[in-house]
């Protein structure tokens, strides 16, 4: 065999290789967040590698099939995840990598997937959760959490968090909008705190003006999961901005990329606190937004 040969067919499969090294940005339709993110991911992936193709299409033209040079998959948004489920079948063993989607969304889905997936969840962690109420209301012993379908497996890791912070979780759980009122109301009168966790159920456009304005009466301060939250009336939230999810996604999705294997499930590395000021000044709380989050990346190491 000529020596060439040998040389010669590392090139052409080096060559495939680049060829297959592509990624479709899945995307949700319907949401400015997910165009954002969508847009973010490409640019940082092919700042980091000029070489790489990334495609950003909506998630319904999977059901048009999968070019062959795409090499992995990144959904934006709850939507586009679920959809990849559907396509299961025209995805193979793709590689998935899921952001800006609930841990319940992305658990709900996995297990139609046929091949690895991993997700960038919007959940913050319980124990930060916790932590920012600690120093938000360091007198406060008492958080009550409405759970709803969604959200009820999450009640282990709050009670955990509670436990090892000294606080005292009190779980309301609750279907909708069929008992979701006399829940609330035990909670108010129970607690000192409502902290609120990600549920279509219990938190929606319908239900989430009735809850905050039952707070702001009943003097019980809540903590949102969403800026939205904050400009609607919550005391406080703590959230991770489209801009923080796109650069972790980014680093798992080049992880991935270079051989390092499909990470397990990620919850939000870096966070903002919000403070709504009117709503402090009325309740008589004096909160930096700043002091929050810098006491949180202390505790964090960070």
Request: glycine letters at 8%; charged letters at 15%; a positive charge.
């Amino acid at each position: 065999m000529p020596r060439f040969l040998p040389a010669l067919l590392l090139l052409i499969l080096i060559f495939m290789a680049q060829a297959r090294a592509a990624v479709w940005i899945a995307v949700s339709e319907g949401g400015t967040d997910y165009a954002a993110v969508a847009e973010s991911v490409r640019t940082e992936l092919q700042r980091a590698d000029g070489g790489l193709e990334v495609m950003v299409r909506p998630w319904s033209e999977m059901s048009q099939g999968v070019p062959p040079q795409v090499s992995m998959i990144v959904s934006v948004g709850s939507p586009a995840f679920s959809g990849l489920a559907d396509a299961a079948n025209r995805i193979g063993r793709i590689p998935v990598v899921a952001t800006l989607i609930p841990r319940s969304a992305f658990e709900a889905n996995r297990k139609r997937l046929i091949g690895p997936a991993t997700a960038i969840v919007l959940d913050q962690p319980p124990a930060r959760q916790i932590a920012l109420l600690r120093y938000a209301f360091p007198h406060f012993r008492r958080v009550g959490v409405l759970l709803g379908p969604d959200s009820q497996q999450l009640q282990q890791g709050l009670d955990r968090a509670a436990v090892e912070q000294g606080v005292q979780l009190n779980a309301y759980r609750t279907n909708g909008e069929s008992n979701l009122y006399p829940a609330l109301q035990r909670l108010l009168e129970e607690n000192e705190v409502l902290l609120a966790i990600p549920d279509a159920a219990v938190f929606n456009g319908g239900s989430i003006q009735n809850v905050l304005l039952a707070s702001y009466r009943q003097k019980v301060p809540m903590m949102g999961f969403s800026p939205a939250y904050v400009r609607a009336g919550a005391l406080l939230a703590l959230y991770s901005t489209p801009a923080q999810l796109s650069a972790q996604t980014v680093r798992v999705v080049r992880g991935i990329l270079a051989g390092g294997g499909v990470p397990p499930v990620q919850g939000p590395m870096d966070f903002v606190v919000g403070v709504n000021a009117n709503v402090a000044r009325s309740l008589g709380y004096r909160l930096s937004e700043d002091a929050l989050r810098i006491q949180l990346l202390n505790r964090e190491g960070m």
